[in-house]
């Protein structure tokens, strides 16, 4: 019994060794963390089937440069060029969207016969909260020293004291908040755990309702609350806000001591009362069977919330309000705050416009 457990235990043991030393040779999952460190994956280049949303299309051609974001790369030293990063996570990596129909691409396409010497770039990565930015821009953006860092942030936020799965998964140290996050993070130093963590970041992400998935706004049922309810629901921010307002301050003073000049966006969503151009839709007491806490005035209750912090660093940064700029339309999104093309075009036209002024003034 003894000898068939070890056998067992070491059989057990070489399937792990091999496993891991074939998923560092070749990783067919796209993964961020390589041992526990973020390493974005550089020069990259995949065209991949799109068998779940519709509207978008069927091949989409997704790369990364040798700097590991989405876009040309540099043709001079960044510090030289009129150079924009964009930060955030999902509504900014547009994973969904081919390299040339993301809103940072096509920002820079309305901006490049007006900017001299402009490179825009994407350094989104899908589920990063403000948490992730902050390690992002401390590893990453400000070592190349670009003079601007747009940043759109705020949905990955809401209600998030601690860093998630997503971002914590990402810091190069061993966490001793639990048990449970020291193993975690233990387990994230090899390719197998780093693989299986990923695996759970899209569960919990589906959970949260932020998926990728197409929403059919005709099908979506009402729900209402009482006024205690909606009361109480908005007020538990308080207890996340705080937290927010000071890893944004935190992202403004690095960008401020790198001579960076960090631009941020409210979030735009489709959450909110309005009866939707294209389905006739009306929108407000509609909720998403990901999230039946809130429907879609609740949502944008909440969310208002967060956008209101970003507001309030109009006085120490350029502040875009994206979220009051973009239509509340059906036909810019493929579910409550993913961007189609459209959708993207319209991002960067509206952007394009509120920038030029602060772009040829320095």
């Not at 007006?114 to 989104?124: D, E, F, R, T």
């Amino acid at each position: 019994m003894i000898k068939n457990l070890k056998a067992l235990l070491f059989g057990l043991l070489v399937a792990l060794v091999l496993c891991e030393i074939v998923l560092r040779i070749y990783n067919p999952f796209t993964n961020f963390t390589k041992q526990g460190k973020l390493v974005l994956p550089a020069s990259q280049q995949t065209l991949f089937d799109n068998q779940w949303i519709k509207q978008l299309d069927a091949k989409i051609n997704y790369s990364r440069n040798a700097l590991g974001f989405r876009g040309p790369m540099p043709t001079d030293s960044i510090s030289k060029l009129n150079s924009i990063i964009t930060v955030g996570g999902s509504t900014t990596e547009c994973r969904f969207l081919s390299d040339s129909t993301t809103w940072p691409f096509l920002l820079g396409e309305e901006l490049k016969d007006s900017i001299p010497n402009l490179w825009v770039n994407n350094a989104g990565i899908d589920g990063h909260s403000t948490f992730g930015h902050l390690l992002l821009l401390k590893e990453y953006i400000i070592k190349l020293k670009p003079k601007y860092v747009v940043l759109l942030t705020g949905v990955n936020d809401v209600e998030t004291e601690k860093p998630e799965s997503f971002d914590v998964m990402n810091e190069n140290k061993l966490q001793y908040s639990s048990v449970k996050a020291f193993f975690k993070s233990l387990l994230n130093k090899t390719e197998i755990g780093a693989t299986v963590f990923q695996l759970y970041n899209i569960r919990s992400a589906y959970k949260k309702g932020l998926i990728h998935k197409e929403v059919n706004y005709n099908q979506l049922k009402d729900t209402t609350y009482t006024p205690a309810y909606i009361q109480e629901s908005i007020s538990k921010q308080k207890n996340y806000l705080h937290g927010y307002q000071s890893r944004l301050q935190e992202i403004v003073n690095i960008c401020e001591a790198n001579s960076i000049k960090p631009i941020l966006l409210t979030q735009p969503s489709l959450y909110g009362a309005f009866t939707d151009s294209i389905s006739g839709v009306r929108m407000d007491l509609k909720f998403h069977e990901s999230n039946p806490g809130k429907n879609n005035l609740l949502q944008e209750q909440v969310l208002e919330e967060y956008n209101n912090v970003v507001r309030s660093f109009s006085a120490q940064a350029t502040v875009i309000d994206l979220a009051k700029l973009m239509p509340k339309n059906t036909a810019y999104y493929y579910d409550f705050i993913h961007f189609n093309k459209q959708g993207a075009a319209k991002v960067a036209e509206i952007l394009a416009t509120s920038l030029q002024q602060t772009l040829q003034q320095h």
